[in-house]
Structures are given as structure tokens and as C-alpha cells.
């Protein structure tokens, strides 16, 4: 018998989830927020990477933000196998219904682990649990994640009742991290004993949840690094996400994570060196995604790790987040010779009034340094922005959209101010007369629909860089389809005609159809001949 199986991704219906969240209203903050991520073709939503798949040449490809093996599925499975409980997996259920059909129905799982990491809504969780339920009535239904566990902190104890019921899952993880409890969990369960002993969870008993003893669990990267001879070199594939560190020394008001997460830690330049070198064994690895919110923090650690490449000559290509002050040109030199193709730069706004308010460390003169040097050395940049945060004006506004246009980063993207209790700002929102939450917020010099105004505004008016779409396209989805085939410049053509679509949706939202030349454009954007990779 499996002691667990573990359910990486579901991508649910999208057009369900527009459904949703239009039932809001088509003037709400989060339906204007979404609507930019999706265009409407014949009679159809299609966010990007599925129109790409809808109208490229080959019928039976197919592009997905999901297509690698789901990182808490490595890490939670390796974990497992350490401390003696053999593990299976789904990696993506939308695409995987039939197999985890016929494992379910094999009847020998003890229990499933449902991952929540990036859940805003609890219908994909509930699409699972019914689809468990529906092919095996006895298995055991665990979940947990940091949906879970931000519904637990957020929520009174009613509200997660209700919420716990709604999802009628077996026991929930409380806890950030939740590996050391699912290995709990699974002990009691194999040996009988009471899962009140069990720190961290609520679980079923009658029609109520049991609240277990809370306890902070940290589990050491080091101690825990992924097993990557557990997976089938063909799950694994081109494309690894890993992580060097826990959580964030930084304190971003619009940020909850670092008070969550607890203290930052990272790993060794040795333990970088050993994971990196089991990766280049498997032989299958080109491309790989640093988690870490602050990579390149230490600097002193980024840089003997850049070293570190470089001597080994990794042929992998890599992406990362990067705190524009903390490098120099110098250090943006090395990370291109150590396989760097792409950063993900936090810029969240080109004010400097704002970035204070915010308690950024980084200035708009960092920016103005930094993405030109990533420019010269043929790096991508991703400059994503934060609008209508608390001490918005106007003004602030224009110094945000003048710092892209001088910058010229390859892509950009505003996203409205999500008001969260859970952060920071919450701590002065009588200062800032910060009234209401999530996408529908008003404060001293602005409201939710002024801001989603100027976004829309910079969505259509901005000409030196290239609005990334949201909502199953990111910044990895321009690595992912470099190594599918198309050139960045190809990517660029794509996503502008993409982009440009939806601008006239935006405009024109009466309007029954796409304009000729616009499907012409995106037609033809999405015709390159596909690499075949082993």
C-alpha cells in the first residue's frame, strides 16, 4: 500500500474561474485585474499560452505554465522517503484525470496529500476532493499548503469550520511548512494511533474539526535536499525549480511572507554545489528556476555561488528574483558567464516617496543602474509594479511609468494593490485612511478604481516594454518556450499580439469580434517549428 499519494497542480476551468470572478462585477478591482490576462475568441476564453496551443500548426501540442514536475512534489516526496513512507504522485490534474482515476480505484493509497501553493480560491481544492471522493470512498484526505494555512490564521474559528467543511477533506495542515506533520500523520494513521497527539492539524471528528496543539515547524534545507534519483528521469524533464533559502530578510509593507515564513535562512555554497551537481548527473536539465526571494542576498554567498557555476561549467541556464541593491555591474557580468538568461526584478514603483512607504530598500536610481546593465549583458528583465499602494498619487504614478519608458525592461506588468490584513500596512491603515480589502480598498489619495484605471491606462499606453500576461503566463514561460522552439524575439512578437487583442477588448467591449488583422497577427505569432526534446 502507498502511505501517500500527493497531488501536485490542479489549472481548473478557466473559464469557470472568469465566471466567478465576473460574478463579482465587471467594474470590481479583481475582474479588471484578470480581464488583462485573457482574451475572448470565438466564443471562447483563452488566457495566453492556450491560444498559443489552440492556434500553433501542431494539433497535438500542447503549452502549459504547469508542464515540470511540481517542486512540492520533489521536495514533500523526498522528505517522505527519508523517514520511511513510500510516496506516489500526480503532477498536474487537470491533465493526469485518468491515471489518478485508476490509482484511486486500485484501492492501496493510505491517504492523499493535497497541495494548496498557489491557490487564491478553494474551488481547485474541492474539484479534487470530489474527484477523490467519487472513486474511492476509504482513502484518507490530507490537506495543507499555504492556502490552508492562511485561512487558518486569517479566518475566525467559525469561518474555518465552514470553510473545512465546504472542502469536507479528512485533516488539515495548520502549520507553513507541514512536512515533519504529514510524516506524523502517516505514523499515526499506520499504527492506530490518536491523531490528537499530533501537532498542528484539524481534524474530522463528528460534524466538527479538531483543533490540534500549535507548534512553529522548520525543517532544514540542508538536511532535506531533494532525492532526485526517486523520480523518473522523464518527470523530471528540462525544467527544475528549486530553492537555496527559506523565507526573506526584508520587511516590504505590501508583504506578509518574511513575518510568515520566520527567520531567513539559506544554504551553503557546498549544499548549492551538491544539488546542482545532482541535477547535471540526471542528464536531462537545461533550464532552472531559483525560488529564493533574495538570491542574490548575501552578496558575498551569490557571488561564490556565481563562481561556484562558473568553475563547474554547468551548462544549465537559470532565471531568479534579484534585488536591484544588491548587485553591480560586476556581479550582472559574472551571473550571465554563470548561465543567468533572466531576472525577476520586485521593482513594485519608479517613486521614491512610494518605495519608502513601502520600506523598500532599493531606490529608482538602483533600477535606472541596474536594468540597462542587465540589457548589455543579454539578460531579460521582468520589472513587476505595484499600483495604487497606500500614498499613491498621480504624480507617483507618472514617475512609475516614466522609470519603464527610460528603462526599457524587456517586459513589465502592473498589478493592483492587494489590501491583506496580513501585511504590514494593515499596522497603519489609520494613518493612511485605508478603508475596506483585497481588490476593493480606498485610502487617503486614491481608491481601487482610480488605480485600476491607471493600470488599464498603462497597459495601453506604455511603448518601451512589453506588458507580461498574467494567469498561466510568467516570466518562466519565456524560458519554457525558448526551449520549445521559439526565439525571444518570437516570444516578444507573441505576446505583443496577444497583448494587443486584449487592448481592443479593452477599448472596444462592445465589440462582437476580433478584428482581422489582429487574428492575422496572432495567427501568424504563433507559427515556429516546435524543437523536439528527449
Not at 493592483?416 to 480606498?442: H, M, N, Q
Amino acid at each position: 500500500m502507498i502511505d501517500c499519494l500527493i497531488v501536485g497542480f490542479n489549472d481548473s476551468n478557466f473559464a469557470a474561474y472568469v465566471q466567478t470572478v465576473k460574478a463579482l462585477g465587471v467594474d470590481s478591482g479583481a475582474y479588471r485585474d484578470l480581464s488583462l490576462a485573457f482574451l475572448e475568441y470565438e466564443g471562447r476564453h483563452y488566457r495566453a499560452l492556450d491560444i498559443l496551443t489552440h492556434l500553433h500548426p501542431n494539433d497535438d501540442v500542447y503549452f502549459a505554465n504547469t508542464d515540470f514536475l511540481w517542486p512540492t512534489i520533489t521536495y514533500l516526496g523526498s522528505y517522505l522517503s527519508k523517514h520511511g513512507f513510500s510516496f506516489d504522485y500526480i503532477n498536474e490534474f487537470q491533465r493526469d484525470t485518468e491515471l489518478f482515476r485508476e490509482k484511486l480505484q486500485q484501492n492501496d493509497i493510505l491517504t492523499i496529500a493535497i497541495t494548496t501553493t498557489l491557490y487564491v480560491l478553494p474551488d481547485p481544492i474541492l474539484e479534487v476532493v470530489n474527484f477523490i471522493r467519487q472513486y474511492n470512498k476509504t482513502v484518507k484526505i490530507i490537506v495543507g499548503g499555504p492556502y490552508i494555512c492562511n485561512q487558518f490564521e486569517s479566518l475566525s474559528e467559525l469561518e474555518f469550520q465552514s470553510l473545512f467543511h465546504y472542502l469536507s477533506a479528512d485533516i488539515y495542515v495548520n502549520n507553513r511548512e507541514g512536512e515533519a506533520t504529514l510524516v506524523d500523520i502517516l505514523s499515526a494513521l499506520k499504527h492506530g494511533d490518536d491523531l490528537s497527539e499530533v501537532k498542528n492539524i484539524s481534524y474530522k471528528i463528528g460534524d466538527e474539526y479538531k483543533i490540534t496543539h500549535s507548534e512553529v515547524e522548520s525543517n532544514d534545507l540542508e538536511d532535506n535536499m531533494v532525492n532526485y534519483t526517486l523520480f523518473p528521469k522523464r518527470d523530471i524533464g528540462q525544467f527544475v525549480s528549486l530553492r537555496t533559502a527559506k523565507s526573506c530578510p526584508f520587511s516590504c509593507a505590501f508583504c506578509g511572507f518574511p513575518a510568515r515564513a520566520g527567520k531567513y535562512v539559506y544554504t551553503s555554497v557546498d549544499h548549492v554545489e551538491k544539488e546542482l551537481n545532482a541535477l547535471k548527473e540526471l542528464g536531462t536539465v537545461t533550464t532552472l528556476t531559483f525560488l529564493d526571494d533574495t538570491f542574490n542576498v548575501p552578496k558575498k554567498r551569490f557571488a561564490d555561488i556565481l563562481q561556484m557555476m562558473i568553475r563547474n561549467q554547468y551548462e544549465f541556464k537559470w532565471n531568479s528574483f534579484f534585488r536591484s541593491d544588491h548587485g553591480d555591474e560586476s556581479i550582472i557580468e559574472l551571473m550571465k558567464e554563470a548561465g543567468c538568461e533572466g531576472v525577476f526584478l520586485g521593482t513594485e514603483s519608479g517613486s521614491n516617496t512610494i518605495l519608502e512607504k513601502m520600506n523598500k530598500t532599493a531606490r529608482r536610481e538602483h533600477y535606472m543602474k541596474t536594468i540597462p546593465w542587465f540589457r548589455k549583458y543579454g539578460i531579460t528583465t521582468y520589472a513587476s509594479m505595484i499600483v495604487g499602494f497606500p500614498g499613491e498619487t498621480f504624480e507617483t504614478y507618472q514617475e512609475t511609468i516614466d522609470l519603464i519608458e527610460e528603462t526599457q525592461p524587456d517586459f513589465y506588468r502592473g498589478q493592483l494593490w492587494f489590501c491583506d490584513p496580513l501585511t504590514p500596512i494593515w499596522e497603519k491603515r489609520e494613518e493612511y485612511g485605508v478603508t475596506g480589502s483585497g481588490f476593493a480598498w480606498s485610502h487617503k489619495t486614491m481608491d481601487s478604481e482610480t488605480a485600476c484605471d491607471l493600470i488599464d491606462q498603462m497597459f495601453l499606453s506604455i511603448q518601451n516594454s512589453i506588458w507580461m500576461p498574467q494567469w498561466g503566463f510568467e516570466l518562466w514561460s519565456i524560458y519554457y518556450l525558448q526551449r520549445k522552439g521559439m526565439s525571444l524575439e518570437q516570444i516578444k512578437k507573441f505576446v505583443r499580439d496577444f497583448n494587443a487583442v486584449i487592448a481592443e477588448q479593452l477599448l472596444y467591449p462592445n465589440k462582437k469580434d476580433i478584428s482581422p488583422k489582429l487574428v492575422d497577427n496572432l495567427k501568424q505569432s504563433c507559427q515556429f517549428d516546435l524543437k523536439m526534446l528527449s
